[in-house]
Nanobody, 126 residues
Framework: QVQLVESGGGLVQPGDSLRLSCALS????????MGWFRQAPGKEREFIAT???????RYADSVKGRFTISRDNAKSTVYLQMNSLKPEDTAVYYC????????????????????WGQGTQVTVSS
């Protein structure tokens, strides 16, 4: 059974940093692309970042230069380091894994991912 468990969300002030973690179980983590998405109230889920099994990555323009995605294959965990947080970063953050292929492509669409975590709330407010 595939399971993704996120952690690390919370309430922070503008300019602060947070690191989200997402642990995968039930599949060999090192083979698959991983992604982070977020959904704010009243908005659609949006792409944030993705990383391939070979550590290639891509970011949404809204977070480029502030967020960093990384993976630790030994811990079956993907991370999202978020710096210089802004109120507009407030959302529920989800990690996802694509298990239907181990291509080195970068996957930017939510529909391309097969399993999702439960989400973790990030609130940026003064």
């Amino acid at each position: 059974q595939v399971q993704l468990v996120e952690s690390g969300g919370g309430l922070v002030q503008p300019g602060d940093s947070l690191r989200l973690s997402c642990a995968l179980s039930g599949r060999p983590f090192s083979l698959y692309p991983m992604g982070w998405f977020r959904q704010a109230p009243g908005k659609e889920r949006e792409f944030i970042a993705t990383i391939t099994w070979s550590d290639s990555s891509r970011y949404a323009d809204s977070v480029k230069g502030r967020f960093t995605i990384s993976r630790d294959n030994a811990k079956s965990t993907v991370y999202l380091q978020m710096n210089s947080l802004k109120p507009e970063d407030t959302a529920v953050y989800y990690c996802a894994v694509r298990t239907t292929s181990s291509s080195s492509r970068l996957y930017l669409n939510a529909t391309e991912y097969d399993y999702w975590g439960q989400g973790t709330q990030v609130t940026v407010s003064s």
